[in-house]
């Protein structure tokens, strides 16, 4: 935890600073210092005033996080918020959603939304998060020119979807854009086939050489409800997650969204293939979808992270708010009060997620050579009072709204709650614009 002789670009003061690595740590009277977008100190307050730097910043009251990373997420649907609310997952997507889909989703659209998307993701702390939706080019250049990271996935499906009409054209489309991006900084391309029951044997098995081929990740939707399982098991006598398996696709690289229903043999897949779980406990509360087992898996060795899904089904991109839901819904699906401490739960929202994606090496903790992706939460205000353990204060006591600043790679994203890079009110508009287009269509 010492620095070189080199100046640090900047040296930040914050009256609490969570490494989230090691485990349960709290530091007070620390520094953290930035060097060329990484942490290059980490240290007593004393022995920082001491060092070089080019900029100073107190943050008093605040607590200095790792940045928030959204492990599951469809950007652009933030432009069909509330379109269609309070319906199951099935009427929801077939009805509505796919159809909205099919007249409206083009490359504006998706620029849009993603936008939209990232914007509201930076105010509410996230520094990272990972896409599956249409148009990838497009958000992918959001995201470049946002100045957020991100890992974009690919959506294929047996059907046409909007910018391709075959899974072999997406997942051309992808390996196009994986050679594109492979050195970008923030930007990693992974493949995300849609669902077991929208993606046949023959397209899982390209796509799993695909992703071995150029070690990419892949996402994919799995057991989000009990009727998903159900008619798999009456049409193939096969659990989808077992046929996963058999083809070969579960692994280190693979990122398993929702699992609200895990067997015994399931669990013993998940452990036995060291494939991440992403839980989405808004989005499976609000379609009513189940209840993922989260301390089971936590027990069981499982690195679980955290997504809000699409705004369409939660319908925030709130990661911290989305992190209380979990701490609180884990201790009642357990029946314990002791399931997903506070600590946990961050670590659920930030580390395990970059390990999810593999970028754990990079992103996820504060810790020397790490990229400087930081948050920095203003725990001063009165419902935040009296503080004894901040952790706890931050996940059980504090909102979104209680983002002060914000960095990625050293630079900063957000700067007393204002977004540094983004036109929140142009932002606004367009998407006021394109929800009059909408709603005004389908009277």
């Known amino acids: 935890m010492t620095a070189t002789a080199a100046p640090l670009d900047l040296l930040l003061l914050p009256t609490w600073l969570v490494p989230v690595e090691p485990a349960g740590v709290v530091l007070k009277e620390h520094a953290l210092g930035i060097r060329d977008g990484c942490i290059a100190f980490i240290g007593p307050r004393a022995a920082a005033l001491k060092l070089s730097a080019n900029e100073v910043r107190e943050l008093p009251?605040?607590?200095l996080s790792p940045g928030l990373i959204n492990a599951h997420g469809h950007a652009a649907m933030s432009l069909f918020r509330g379109l269609a609310d309070d319906l199951p997952l099935m009427t929801w997507l077939e009805k509505h959603i796919w159809p909205a889909e099919a007249k409206w989703v083009d490359e504006a659209f998706v620029r849009d939304g993603t936008d939209l998307?990232?914007?509201?993701?930076l105010m509410g702390g996230i520094t990272c998060f990972a896409d599956m939706y249409f148009h990838p080019k497009v958000a992918s250049d959001c995201v470049h020119n946002s100045g957020m990271r991100a890992q974009i996935a690919i959506p294929i499906l047996d059907f046409p979807i909007p910018g391709a009409s075959t899974a072999d054209e997406a997942i051309r489309q992808g390996i196009e854009l994986f050679g594109d991006l492979k050195h970008?900084?923030?930007?990693?391309?992974?493949?995300?086939?849609?669902?077991?029951?929208?993606?046949?044997?023959?397209?899982?098995?390209?796509?799993?050489?695909?992703a071995e081929e150029l070690d990419a990740a892949i996402q994919m939707h799995v057991h989000?409800?009990?009727?998903?399982v159900q008619l798999a098991v009456e049409q193939t006598g096969e659990r989808p997650l077992a046929r996963l398996g058999r083809l070969g696709l579960l692994g280190?690289?693979?990122q398993a969204v929702h699992m609200t229903q895990i067997s015994e043999d399931d669990l013993a897949l998940l452990v036995e293939s060291n494939t991440s779980l992403i839980h989405c406990p808004e989005s499976n509360l609000k379609l009513a979808s189940?209840?993922?087992p989260v301390e089971r898996l936590w027990q069981a060795g499982v690195n679980v992270a955290i997504g809000t899904d699409g705004a369409a089904s939660n319908n925030d991109l709130d990661l911290l708010g989305e992190t209380r839901t979990a701490a609180l819904l884990a201790k009642a699906v357990a029946g314990s009060a002791t399931a997903l401490d506070a600590h946990r739960a961050l670590r659920m929202a930030t580390l395990n997620g970059a390990r999810a994606m593999g970028l754990e090496n990079q992103i996820g903790s504060l810790e020397v050579g790490k990229a400087a992706d930081m948050v920095a939460f203003d725990l001063s205000g009165l419902a935040q009072q009296p503080i004894y353990d901040p952790v706890s204060q931050l996940i059980y006591a504090t909102g979104r709204e209680c983002v002060k600043h914000l960095w990625v790679a050293g630079k900063q994203l957000l700067d007393d709650r204002r977004l540094t890079r983004m036109d929140e009110q142009q932002l606004t508009a367009r998407a006021i614009a394109w929800g009059q287009r909408i709603s005004g269509h389908n009277e």
Request: charge should be neutral; proline fraction near 9%.
């Open 61 to 63: 009251g605040m607590l």
């Open 117 to 121: 998307a990232i914007a509201e993701q």
């Open 184 to 210: 970008h900084p923030r930007i990693k391309i992974a493949f995300g086939p849609h669902a077991p029951y929208t993606v046949c044997d023959a397209n899982l098995e390209k796509v799993r050489v695909i």
């Open 224 to 228: 989000e409800t009990a009727s998903e």
């Open 252 to 254: 280190p690289r693979f």
């Open 290 to 292: 189940g209840f993922c």
